[in-house]
């Protein structure tokens, strides 16, 4: 089974990248999703949290307040790697589950669709074959992440500075997909398409 790291920032089109594999037979494996999952109405993650920064963080539906644990977190690092503190190691723990699932399914490749691989890019090392990067102009992240949600350029730009820079991710990166204002969908799955035969797929 081939284990390929695909990462890149918020907006590069990871999840556009991911969705791609998986329609070629690739088991895909979210990070985000996850995380979704732990912080959601009952999530494993919520009582944790609300210990650690007050129960006014949960709503009235009982899942995570995401806007105002954004506006926390994005504006204070600390609070930041508090959450993280809680959150990564159940995420890890739910990536194993479905990475051993996925083994048993007799995949021919697994896709890790991380968000924070390079910044955790010790632990993920050892973990995969190569690292794929959906790479992008910082300026075309902002606009489809404002396209696509009710973020303000400012926020998205906080985001931003949270995450490794583009350069830092392409130091590490085994492949590079272009997903620039000039890529059409169609140009991104021909670029996929010639990488197929290397990830085993
Ligand atoms: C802050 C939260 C509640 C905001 O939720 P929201 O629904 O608005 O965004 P969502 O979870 O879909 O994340 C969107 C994107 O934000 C970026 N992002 C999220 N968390 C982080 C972080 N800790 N550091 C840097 N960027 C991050 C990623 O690019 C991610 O793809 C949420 O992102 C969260 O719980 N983050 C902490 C967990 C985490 O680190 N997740 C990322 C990888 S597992
Ligand atoms: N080449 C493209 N042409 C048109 N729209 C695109 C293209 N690539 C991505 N998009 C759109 O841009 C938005 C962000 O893409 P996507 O969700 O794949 O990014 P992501 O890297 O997974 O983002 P996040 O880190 O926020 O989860 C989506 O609305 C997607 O449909």
Known sequence: ???LGLT???GSGKTTVA?????????VIDADAISRALTAS???????IAAQFGTHVIGPDGAL????????IFADPAARQ?????????????????????AMRSVRCVVFDVPLLIENFARWQSRIDALLIVDC??????TRVVARSQLSREEVMHILSAQ????????????????????????????LEALLPRFGL
Do not use: C, W, Y
């Open 164 to 191: 490794a820079s583009r350069a830092q991710r392409l130091a590490m990166a085994n492949f590079v997909i272009t997903n620039d204002a000039g890529t059409t969908l169609q140009a991104l799955e021909k670029q």
């Open 8 to 10: 890149g920032g918020i």
């Open 82 to 102: 508090r959450l993280e503190t809680i959150l990564h190691p159940l995420v890890e723990q739910a990536l194993e589950e479905q990475t051993r699932e996925a």
């Open 137 to 142: 102009p910082e300026e075309v992240q902002i």
């Open 1 to 3: 089974m081939f284990r």
């Open 19 to 27: 969705q791609m594999l998986a329609a070629r037979g690739a088991a």
């Open 65 to 72: 307040n995401r806007s105002a644990m954004r506006q926390m």
């Open 42 to 48: 009952h999530g494993a993650a919520l009582p944790a």
